[in-house]
């Protein structure tokens, strides 16, 4: 089997399960019912935003806050990326951990693929599946682009945010799927995880401490300017280095399984 072949099977997978199928319908629903009250509450305010000159347009106020509300400080609840925090563990649980439940890792250690091999096929697979997502909910803001000013800048560094926290989010999901001995706490760990991540600063910021390392790990520092609009390198490296430091969990999991058989 190649790594091609463990790709095509774990996306089969992935696609015939309910699971996956009943998390985008939900959530797409979800998500279109947010764009229409963002579009009404942007449609409403036109005369106030109308006396402003260089007031928020369509992409601040409808576009940008469809993809995430905890971090653009939304009054709508529930943006992609907040239910990208739910979803994507939900997605992952089964991955290496369904496998090791059912007894049928060890056949799968035995296909001839290396660790490294079975960790991305898995992982590209579940990237698949979430970058049919993105773009079905970027769909929504992109469907009145001939009417409206769009900011095409600012939309692209928001996607490209969403995008590195559905990989970031992935490569955990698949990390405490390979650790995990039941897809319920691979669930569970992965979403501690990332709630932490976006949680860790919140005691320092109560404080008035505004820089330093506690800072740097948390998830918003580096999400909150590519929403905005701002690309950095350090952020985006930052959201790679959490992924890759996952990923090589994982395959080291899964190749000291292999040695203890």
Request: glycine share 8%.
């Amino acid at each position: 089997m190649s790594a091609l072949a463990m790709v095509r099977l774990e996306s089969r997978r992935l696609f015939v399960r309910p699971l996956a199928w009943v998390l985008g319908a939900l959530t797409l629903g979800e998500l279109a019912w947010r764009f229409v009250l963002l579009l009404g509450n942007f449609l409403a305010a036109q005369v106030k935003l109308a006396a402003l000159p260089a007031g928020p347009g369509y992409t601040d106020l409808v576009a940008v806050p469809l993809l995430s509300s905890l971090f653009t400080g939304g009054l709508v609840p529930f943006g992609l990326a907040e239910l990208a925090l739910l979803v994507v563990p939900l997605l992952t649980m089964s991955s290496v951990a369904g496998e090791r439940s059912n007894g049928t890792l060890p056949l799968l250690l035995a296909s001839g693929l290396s660790p490294a091999r079975i960790v991305l096929g898995k992982y590209l697979a579940v990237l698949g599946w979430l970058a049919l997502w993105l773009a079905l909910a970027l769909a929504m803001p992109l469907s009145l682009a001939h009417g409206t000013a769009l900011d095409w800048g600012k939309l692209a560094a928001a996607a490209l945010g969403l995008a590195l926290l559905l990989a970031l989010l992935a490569a955990i999901g698949l990390a405490c799927s390979s650790f995990a001995s039941h897809p319920a706490i691979a669930a569970t760990a992965s979403l501690v995880i990332t709630l932490t991540l976006c949680c860790v600063n919140l005691g320092a910021q109560a404080a008035g401490v505004d820089n330093g390392a506690i800072h740097w790990l948390a998830l918003g520092t580096h999400l909150e300017p590519l929403l905005r609009g701002l690309v950095a390198t350090d952020d985006v490296l930052w959201f790679v280095l959490l992924a890759a430091l996952a990923l090589v969990l994982a395959i080291r999991r899964l190749a000291s399984d292999r040695e203890r058989g």
